[in-house]
């Protein structure tokens, strides 16, 4: 089972702060499709804040485009998120998923593609 740590929540006393998050998969993975953050603020709903595919195409939400910068670390099957010029409204928790290729030992070791969810992680920006 392939798990994922978050790490580089916090709080950030003032607009136009930063913060870098980071996330690692543990775990044995033939193949990494992609990893993301998405993030939830009080009463509302998940979304995507940024996700970055196996060769590196990166995507973005609309509100954060030209602030976070999504990378990825292949060899740590890691991922990070440099947040930029921070604003109130990105207060949430901010969630890592991957998407991943890894054998099954109960479908005689074939590959089974995997979808998991990293603990969450808070960012609270301060107005």
């Known amino acids: 089972q392939v798990q994922l740590v978050e790490s580089g929540g916090g709080l950030v006393q003032s607009r136009g702060g930063s913060l870098r998050l980071s996330c690692a998969a543990s775990?044995?993975?033939?193949?990494?499709?992609?990893m993301g953050w998405y993030r939830q603020a009080p009463g509302k709903q998940r979304e995507l804040v940024a996700r970055i595919s196996g060769d590196g195409r990166a995507d973005y939400a609309d509100s954060v485009k030209g602030r976070f910068t999504i990378s990825k670390d292949s060899d740590k099957n890691a991922v990070h998120l440099q947040m930029n010029s921070l604003k109130p409204e990105d207060t949430a928790v901010y969630y890592c998923n991957a998407d991943y290729i890894q054998l099954d030992r109960n479908r005689d070791w074939r590959p089974r593609q995997y979808e998991t969810w990293g603990q969450g992680t808070q960012v609270t920006v301060a107005s």
């Open positions: 775990g044995t993975i033939v193949n990494l499709n992609s």
